[in-house]
């Protein structure tokens, strides 16, 4: 008897089950190789969307396969829960963050057990609780007492419309990566983490991340952004300091001509003390500093500068090289300070034109003779070394050492590296964060807050309109403090809060141990969980988050709480979920709900009956309307067929384009499925499942049994470090339709059909868990299917018994037949001879000759 397939009543009943079971529970293991799988956890915006969907299939579909593989895998989910659109939402809707993000977190959460995921819940954990985040405070105190953090006054992007401080990574092209609102310059105090100390210790590993995409370490390589030069010292005339620069190229040290001060310079004010360019330079300064001054932004802006009014020499040529304050002249990378060689850098060169500065060739191209009057552009390769004095003739590449290593003698230079990587600046002037647990004292300082007195918990009736500095500064109990050191009762508290990177930045190994109340993480269990086996997530990630990430666990190694220095061994990055918009020429975009597709394809607006338009193929997003909404999805097909799309669309790491005849294929084929089992389920009855050697069988039963052997190995193949998900699942369709091509042979033998059966649900169960738990029990498999181990496969039953053979003549192909794979050369023949297809060609002629290639080809040439 088969009964019709009903995926809601099915997946509620398997969900309620895991959860009555605790199915997905687990704890340390030391008789078993544990797996840690590991999604990026989300922001509780209020929905999930088809991109968490996939991310947290394809992770799902892991940590079951390795499950029934045999680990121990601990597969956990939160809530990266701190951050500004909670703040912004609670202005809109007025209502509290903690109230909104609570409630996005419910809904959220229900979301996803909707979907089945594996997830083992009592391990949740939401960076917005204080038990959560006073370990972040405890971590933060220890980095200021060890010198890992330490606060500076310093100029910081700035978004007026979101009130806050921005890293230089959340700058795009000139504007806040939230909103959009163009970024400004301000001078605050600000905490720093000194990631810059581990720069080469996070650059060297990157090459040691054999299980991460190319491109992401690359990227990672880049940001960190290694260069090496030498660092050379210049007299300034009538100053007592002197001022240094880093430069790659020290072998055009001859051709350095002027030179370029960060206008947050110190030396930029000094010099200019006293002369009669002191106020244009004030003037500029001011100009400047008011601009975005990322390095990215710098690069699009016309170079320009100041005279300061003072000259330093230059050590090789002693020429009297004027000091500019430039806007090109970066604060934060090298010394601050450039020596500008025009002839031969292309920056320099443009500010040389425009302020009449000497142009002067040190280094020339092979065969060439530039000047430097006439010169249009500069010259920036290398070549051989010519007004360099005893360096004349030299090649260029091999002057970069021999100019260091005379400046080295001279006790003016020295070979030095540089890093493009800055100190992480964590101060946020933001409400819904996590307090800084520093206390400031006119007379001792920043105090760190007194262990016992954490958590220092977030107040929950911050006033969030205030424009401009830190919410939690409005509160006056909240930021009055006693000194913990010289006991002044006149302090006051650090009112801003952390940036919410640093929460993600260990919410990994909070895992391990979630509510462990002893410290950060409980040292023993950390060791047996961590690293993360398997991580993924989006490549928005690729640098920000996945950087901090190994700098915290870094920090963590150095406090002593962790052994290891990379947290996540592998990682793979999985594409996005794209699909066509739609737009309606009096409603500009629309909804695919709102619109109505003909059987010719054509596609009507449902509110105004406007033909639409169907555009390009770009990432879902809500403001374009080209969204499925996953509970629409969830409604209507079910957890597994949402599962199997998911998977089988596309290969993880590539983009996944929704289709909509593809989601209903999933459906249909689910439906298959399960009507080819349970139609069989009498016959099945008291039957064992063969699995013995394949020489025992023949005929359908034989072939049949090869199809499920190599059905396993292809899947395990396919879904075993490459996750290949969507070919595997093609190899299962394909063995599904080898049941349905047997189905109702009366030669077939029962046994293999019920292995066939049985074959099917366990490669499957990973990808669409509720349906075939409920075929495996109807099945009477023993227990839960996913605690069933995966299905091994037959060396011997891999290869088909049969062969195909080929029959020509003349080289032309006339038939096919299968023979067993031992035929000898002469039956082949006498076979290829009879068959009636063949006849029809050789009847009445001479046969010239036969060719039997064995177990593939007969030619007969007539
Ligand atoms: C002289 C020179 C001559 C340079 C030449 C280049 C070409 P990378 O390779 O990216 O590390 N520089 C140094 N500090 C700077 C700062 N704070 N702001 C802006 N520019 C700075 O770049 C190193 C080069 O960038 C250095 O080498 C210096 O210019 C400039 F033909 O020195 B060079
Ligand atoms: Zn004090």
Same mark, same amino acid.
């Given at each position: 008897?088969?009964?019709?397939?009903l995926?809601?009543?099915?997946e509620?009943?398997?969900?309620?089950?895991w959860?009555?079971?605790?199915?997905?529970?687990?704890?340390?293991?030391?008789?078993?190789?544990k797996?840690?799988?590991?999604?990026?956890f989300?922001y509780?915006?209020?929905?999930i969307?088809?991109?968490h969907?996939r991310?947290?299939?394809i992770?799902?579909?892991?940590?079951?396969?390795k499950?029934?593989?045999?680990?121990?895998v601990?597969?956990?989910?939160?809530?990266?829960?701190?951050?500004?659109?909670a703040?912004?939402?609670?202005?809109?809707?007025?209502?509290?963050?903690?109230?909104?993000?609570?409630?996005?977190?419910?809904t959220?959460r229900?979301?996803?057990?909707r979907?089945?995921?594996?997830?083992?819940w009592?391990?949740?954990?939401?960076?917005?609780?204080?038990e959560?985040?006073?370990?972040?405070?405890w971590?933060?105190?220890?980095?200021?007492e060890?010198?890992?953090?330490?606060?500076?006054?310093s100029?910081v992007?700035?978004?007026e419309?979101?009130?806050?401080?921005?890293?230089?990574?959340?700058?795009e092209?000139d504007?806040?990566?939230?909103?959009?609102?163009?970024?400004q310059?301000?001078?605050?105090?600000?905490?720093?983490?000194?990631?810059?100390?581990?720069?080469?210790d996070?650059?060297?590993h990157?090459?040691?991340?054999?299980?991460?995409?190319d491109?992401?370490?690359?990227?990672?390589?880049?940001?960190?952004?290694?260069?090496?030069?030498s660092e050379?010292?210049?007299?300034?005339?009538?100053?007592e300091?002197?001022?240094?620069?880093?430069?790659?190229r020290?072998d055009?040290?001859?051709?350095?001509?002027?030179?370029c001060?960060?206008p947050?310079?110190?030396?930029?004010?000094s010099l200019?003390?006293?002369?009669?360019?002191?106020?244009?330079?004030?003037?500029?300064?001011?100009?400047?500093?008011?601009q975005?001054?990322?390095?990215?932004?710098?690069?699009?802006?016309?170079?320009?500068?100041?005279?300061?009014?003072?000259y330093?020499i230059?050590?090789?040529?002693?020429?009297k090289?004027?000091?500019?304050?430039?806007?090109?002249?970066?604060?934060e990378?090298?010394?601050?300070?450039?020596?500008?060689?025009?002839?031969?850098?292309?920056?320099?060169?443009?500010?040389?034109r425009?302020?009449g500065?000497?142009?002067?060739?040190?280094v020339?191209?092979?065969?060439?003779?530039l000047?430097?009057?006439?010169?249009?552009?500069?010259?920036?390769?290398?070549?051989?070394?010519?007004?360099?004095?005893?360096?004349?003739?030299?090649?260029s590449v091999?002057a970069?050492e021999?100019?260091?290593d005379?400046l080295?003698?001279?006790?003016?230079?020295?070979?030095?590296?540089?890093?493009r990587?800055?100190?992480?600046?964590?101060s946020?002037?933001r409400?819904?964060?996590?307090?800084i647990?520093?206390?400031h004292?006119?007379?001792?300082?920043?105090v760190?807050?007194?262990?016992?007195?954490?958590?220092?918990?977030?107040?929950?009736?911050?006033?969030?309109?205030?424009?401009?500095?830190?919410?939690?500064?409005?509160?006056?109990?909240?930021?009055?403090?006693?000194?913990?050191?010289?006991?002044n009762?006149?302090?006051?508290?650090? %009112?801003?809060? @952390?940036? !919410?990177f640093?929460e993600? /930045?260990?919410?990994?190994?909070?895992?391990?141990? &979630?509510?462990? =109340? #002893?410290?950060?993480?409980?040292?023993?269990?950390v060791?047996?969980w961590?690293?993360?086996?398997?991580?993924?997530?989006g490549?928005?990630?690729?640098?920000l988050?996945?950087?901090?990430?190994?700098?915290?666990?870094?920090?963590?190694?150095?406090?002593?709480?962790?052994?290891?220095?990379e947290?996540?061994?592998?990682?793979? %990055?999985?594409g @996005?979920? !794209?699909?066509?918009t739609? /737009?309606?020429?009096?409603h500009?975009?629309?909804? &695919?709900?709102? =619109? #109505?597709?003909?059987e010719?394809?054509?596609?009507?607006?449902?509110?105004?009956?406007?033909?639409?338009?169907?555009?390009?193929?770009?990432?879902?997003?809500?403001?374009?309307?080209n969204?499925?909404?996953?509970?629409?999805l969830?409604?209507r097909?079910g957890?597994?067929?949402t599962?199997?799309?998911?998977?089988f669309?596309?290969?993880?790491?590539?983009?996944l384009?929704?289709?909509?005849?593809?989601?209903?294929?999933?459906?249909?084929?689910?439906?298959r499925?399960?009507?080819i089992?349970?139609?069989?389920?009498?016959?099945?009855?008291?039957?064992e499942?063969y699995?013995?050697?394949?020489?025992e069988?023949?005929?359908?039963?034989?072939e049949?049994?090869?199809?499920?052997?190599?059905?396993?190995?292809k899947?395990?193949?396919?879904?075993?470090?490459k996750f290949h998900?969507?070919?595997?699942?093609?190899?299962v369709?394909e063995?599904?339709?080898?049941?349905?091509?047997?189905?109702?042979?009366?030669?077939l033998r029962?046994?293999?059909?019920?292995?066939?059966?049985?074959?099917?649900?366990?490669?499957?169960n990973?990808?669409?868990?509720?349906?075939?738990?409920e075929?495996?029990?109807?099945l009477?498999?023993?227990g839960?299917?996913?605690?069933?181990?995966?299905?091994e496969?037959r060396?011997?039953?891999?290869?088909?018994?049969?062969v195909?053979?080929?029959?020509q003549?003349?080289?032309k192909?006339?038939?096919?037949?299968?023979?067993?794979?031992?035929?000898?050369?002469d039956?082949?023949?006498?076979?290829?001879?009879?068959?009636?297809?063949?006849?029809?060609?050789?009847?009445?002629?001479?046969?010239?000759?036969?060719?039997?290639?064995?177990?593939?080809?007969?030619n007969?040439?007539?």
């Amino acid at each position: 008897m088969e009964d019709k397939y009903l995926p809601d009543s099915i997946e509620s009943k398997w969900q309620q089950r895991w959860a009555d079971d605790g199915s997905f529970r687990v704890v340390e293991d030391p008789e078993k190789e544990k797996y840690y799988l590991l999604e990026m956890f989300p922001y509780p915006s209020g929905n999930i969307h088809m991109g968490h969907v996939r991310n947290y299939t394809i992770g799902d579909v892991v940590a079951r396969y390795k499950k029934m593989r045999g680990f121990n895998v601990l597969h956990p989910m939160g809530w990266d829960a701190f951050g500004m659109p909670a703040e912004n939402a609670a202005i809109d809707n007025n209502t509290h963050p903690a109230a909104w993000t609570y409630a996005n977190i419910d809904t959220m959460r229900s979301q996803l057990k909707r979907i089945g995921l594996s997830y083992d819940w009592d391990r949740e954990i939401a960076t917005c609780t204080p038990e959560y985040y006073r370990w972040e405070q405890w971590l933060f105190i220890q980095m200021v007492e060890k010198g890992m953090a330490y606060r500076k006054e310093s100029y910081v992007n700035w978004c007026e419309s979101c009130h806050t401080v921005l890293a230089n990574e959340q700058v795009e092209n000139d504007c806040c990566w939230r909103c959009g609102e163009s970024v400004q310059q301000k001078k605050l105090w600000q905490w720093f983490f000194r990631i810059t100390d581990y720069a080469e210790d996070l650059l060297v590993h990157c090459d040691k991340l054999g299980g991460w995409p190319d491109s992401v370490t690359t990227m990672q390589k880049n940001w960190i952004g290694k260069s090496v030069g030498s660092e050379v010292t210049f007299e300034v005339e009538g100053s007592e300091g002197p001022l240094s620069v880093f430069t790659t190229r020290p072998d055009t040290l001859f051709g350095a001509t002027f030179m370029c001060l960060a206008p947050e310079h110190p030396m930029v004010a000094s010099l200019s003390r006293g002369t009669e360019q002191e106020g244009a330079v004030a003037e500029f300064v001011d100009r400047i500093l008011k601009q975005e001054r990322s390095s990215k932004a710098i690069e699009s802006y016309e170079k320009e500068g100041v005279f300061t009014g003072a000259y330093c020499i230059n050590p090789l040529t002693g020429y009297k090289m004027p000091i500019y304050a430039a806007n090109f002249a970066l604060m934060e990378y090298g010394t601050g300070a450039v020596m500008s060689v025009p002839a031969h850098d292309q920056r320099d060169f443009d500010f040389a034109r425009k302020y009449g500065l000497e142009v002067k060739v040190v280094v020339s191209p092979e065969g060439e003779v530039l000047d430097g009057a006439t010169m249009a552009e500069a010259y920036s390769g290398s070549g051989v070394m010519v007004n360099s004095g005893d360096f004349d003739g030299m090649d260029s590449v091999a002057a970069k050492e021999a100019i260091t290593d005379a400046l080295e003698g001279r006790g003016i230079g020295k070979k030095t590296i540089s890093f493009r990587l800055r100190d992480w600046g964590v101060s946020r002037q933001r409400y819904w964060g996590t307090p800084i647990p520093m206390i400031h004292c006119d007379a001792c300082g920043a105090v760190p807050v007194p262990e016992e007195d954490l958590p220092i918990v977030l107040p929950e009736d911050a006033q969030l309109l205030e424009s401009g500095g830190s919410p939690l500064g409005t509160l006056d109990y909240f930021k009055k403090a006693t000194c913990p050191k010289c006991g002044n009762t006149d302090a006051r508290r650090d %009112t801003d809060t @952390m940036d !919410t990177f640093v929460e993600s /930045s260990w919410y990994f190994a909070r895992y391990c141990s &979630p509510e462990y =109340t #002893e410290g950060m993480v409980d040292k023993e269990k950390v060791a047996y969980w961590m690293p993360v086996d398997q991580y993924i997530g989006g490549v928005e990630h690729a640098i920000l988050h996945l950087l901090y990430s190994r700098y915290f666990t870094r920090v963590m190694r150095d406090i002593g709480l962790v052994e290891f220095s990379e947290p996540f061994n592998r990682l793979l %990055t999985q594409g @996005m979920v !794209t699909k066509e918009t739609l /737009s309606c020429p009096n409603h500009k975009w629309v909804f &695919p709900t709102d =619109t #109505e597709k003909a059987e010719d394809g054509s596609v009507t607006c449902k509110l105004c009956g406007s033909p639409v338009d169907v555009g390009r193929v770009i990432k879902m997003s809500k403001s374009k309307k080209n969204v499925i909404d996953p509970n629409v999805l969830l409604g209507r097909y079910g957890a597994d067929t949402t599962r199997l799309f998911c998977l089988f669309a596309a290969p993880p790491e590539k983009d996944l384009e929704w289709n909509d005849e593809s989601v209903e294929g999933c459906f249909k084929f689910i439906g298959r499925v399960w009507r080819i089992i349970t139609s069989r389920l009498e016959a099945f009855s008291g039957v064992e499942a063969y699995a013995g050697p394949a020489s025992e069988l023949s005929g359908k039963s034989r072939e049949l049994y090869t199809k499920i052997n190599a059905t396993i190995k292809k899947v395990t193949d396919d879904v075993e470090g490459k996750f290949h998900f969507n070919t595997a699942i093609s190899a299962v369709m394909e063995l599904v339709n080898s049941m349905y091509a047997v189905d109702g042979d009366a030669s077939l033998r029962e046994d293999v059909m019920k292995r066939a059966a049985e074959t099917v649900v366990l490669l499957l169960n990973p990808v669409s868990p509720h349906v075939t738990e409920e075929l495996w029990e109807k099945l009477s498999g023993t227990g839960l299917l996913m605690d069933q181990p995966w299905p091994e496969y037959r060396e011997d039953a891999l290869v088909s018994d049969e062969v195909l053979i080929v029959v020509q003549v003349n080289g032309k192909l006339r038939s096919k037949f299968q023979v067993p794979a031992g035929a000898s050369k002469d039956e082949v023949q006498e076979l290829a001879l009879a068959d009636a297809a063949v006849q029809k060609f050789i009847d009445g002629k001479q046969i010239r000759k036969v060719i039997v290639v064995p177990g593939k080809l007969v030619n007969i040439v007539v």
